[in-house]
């Protein structure tokens, strides 16, 4: 079974920090791993993906993700912080023999001016 | 412009009816999906198709019901045997595949009193 644990549900960080949200995840077979955006009453947007090849995925706004095998992990990071980027932000595991999503509990993020 | 639209954005209904509620796409996907939003419990299953005509429960499909008449659409029946129906619920569409990302609608709020 997959399951995808997202550490820390509010993360805060001033206007220019730097960002991380923790995404690990858990499965018995190789993952397909998805981040997506989402602002208060609405959809979920997708930031960015990885499936194969490159391990460090570039997303929109500025957002990137390297996926770790050994640490099965797939972080989220921005360099600089904008007041944009508050939201709640949800990792998303699938994998090749299954046909659904896992969504993390997700992580509010707060961006202090 | 290609999308998912759910309407309405917000419901209101008594205790004791059924409420359906509408998701529709126009990318021409062939998997389609509704998941339930609460608070601090990111997004669950409730059902989702992969084909016209044919659908799979979910992790919490007990109280719900749905149809995949056309390839666009996939309401959502959200009966009285539902115990706790307020929620979020959102619809989302993919190409068949699971290393493809899901498409979200904006959502439908439904309150139920």
């Known amino acids: 079974a997959q399951s995808v644990t997202q550490l820390g549900s509010h993360v805060s960080v001033s206007e220019g920090a730097l960002v991380l949200l923790r995404c690990n995840y858990s499965?018995?077979?190789?993952?397909?791993l998805f981040w997506y955006v989402q602002y208060p009453n609405q959809g979920l947007q997708l930031l960015l993906k990885y499936t194969t090849g490159a391990t460090l995925v570039k997303g929109i706004n500025g957002f990137e993700a390297e996926f770790k095998k050994s640490e099965t992990s797939f972080h989220l990071t921005k360099p600089s912080a904008h007041m944009s980027d508050a939201a709640e932000y949800f990792c998303a595991v699938s994998v090749v023999t299954g046909n659904q999503f896992y969504f993390g509990t997700g992580t509010s993020l707060t961006v202090i001016p | 412009d290609g999308g998912i639209t759910q309407s309405p954005k917000y419901l209101f209904r008594k205790e004791g009816q059924n409420v359906t509620l509408s998701c529709e796409q126009n990318l021409n996907h062939d998997a389609m999906y509704w998941y339930r939003q609460d608070p601090g419990q990111g997004l669950r299953l409730i059902y989702y198709s992969q084909i016209v005509n044919d659908f799979q429960k979910g992790d919490i499909a007990e109280g719900y019901s749905v149809s995949r008449e056309k390839k666009e659409s996939f309401p959502l029946t959200v009966t009285s045997a539902q115990k706790n129906p307020t929620a979020f619920y959102l619809c989302?569409?993919?190409?068949?595949?699971?290393?493809?990302?899901?498409?979200f609608g904006p959502g439908t709020r439904l309150t139920v009193t």
């Open positions: 499965s018995s077979v190789p993952p397909y």
């Open positions: 989302a569409s993919s190409i068949a595949g699971s290393s493809y990302e899901q498409y």
